[in-house]
């Protein structure tokens, strides 16, 4: 553990400073802020990236599904794979349920399972089809169908099939939540899941006037918002039976940290009352970061979410 690091410490004075400023106000134009964001960090990405005294293997687009979309990449270092049973980190990109790929400019996403390739896990980064062609709950069951390809391949890869940690952002921590929750996904629950993690999860379906990806939100869940409470993850929280951790940013797009704290608290309330508190819930938020860094800087030098998230693994 890296107890002596600080939130952003790996970036310049003027860039803190700068996202101090739009912290305040990321909700106002997350577009351009996430943009920003992704500017700080690629350069920092893309040198750990070149780095070859520590490459480790890429497999790209292995296909999962007949859909284009449904392609997974693997990272896993050359002396991972050839130890084996190693723990499998399955990484559910975000995108408002409308766009985003799991190699955002050829580095951001990629980042996240190149960090946990470097500390001996067998990375996986799951592209998965869009809304409005997919909509819900199509984004599950391609994590449903991505979690059968690992299972199969695992063990070829240096993984163990009994060590899979499935890991969400955004969007992406919709469909993670939804698979492990929701009862329309009950018969395609088929791979045991060591643990989960859900980064700035978007588990309540909105489309309030703030909410700047409510349209993302009606194409993925439908048009019809009666359906959006029994939609939402939050619905099913309680029925998540393995260990969880639930991460949010500081600054987070509209209601997301309220989110994931309601979250939290139904699963947490729930393992009480069944008395399982050996299994209670992690809460982690992330000072100064916000919904894209709090990503973003995987594999950049700050590994305080990282080491946070292999302690929950390990644990």
Known sequence: MHALQEPLGNLSAELRQRFAQIGAVWGRDINA????????????????????????????????????????????????????????????????????????????????????????CVAINVEYRLAPQAPYPAGAEDVAAALDWVRTHAAGLGGNPQRIFLVGHSAGGAHVATYLADPVLAARRSVPVAGAVLISARVVADVLPDNPNAAGV??????????????????????????????????????????????????????QRTGRPARAPRFVQMLRHNHTSVVAHFDSGETLLGDAMLDFFRA
């Not at 990109?93 to 580095?107: E, I, M």
């Not at 969880?244 to 509209?254: F, I, Q, R």
């Open 33 to 120: 802020h996430r943009d920003l964001v992704i500017a700080a960090y690629t350069p920092l990405v893309a040198a750990a990236a070149n780095d070859v005294a520590d490459a480790c293997e890429v497999q790209r687009d292995q296909p999962y599904g007949p859909d284009e979309r449904q392609r997974l990449d693997v990272f896993v270092h050359t002396a991972t794979r050839e130890a084996g049973q190693a723990d499998v980190v399955v990484f559910v990109h975000g995108g408002a349920f409308l766009r985003g790929s799991k190699s955002f400019n050829g580095l951001i996403y990629d980042n996240v399972s190149r960090w946990f390739a470097r500390q001996g």
């Open 218 to 271: 009606r194409a993925y869940f439908g048009d019809d918002a009666a359906l959006y409470e029994e939609r939402s993850p939050l619905a099913h929280a309680e029925r998540i039976d393995v260990p969880l951790m639930v991460v949010v940013a500081e600054h987070e797009n509209p209601y997301l940290d309220a989110y994931g704290a309601a979250f939290f608290e139904r699963v947490a309330q729930a393992r």
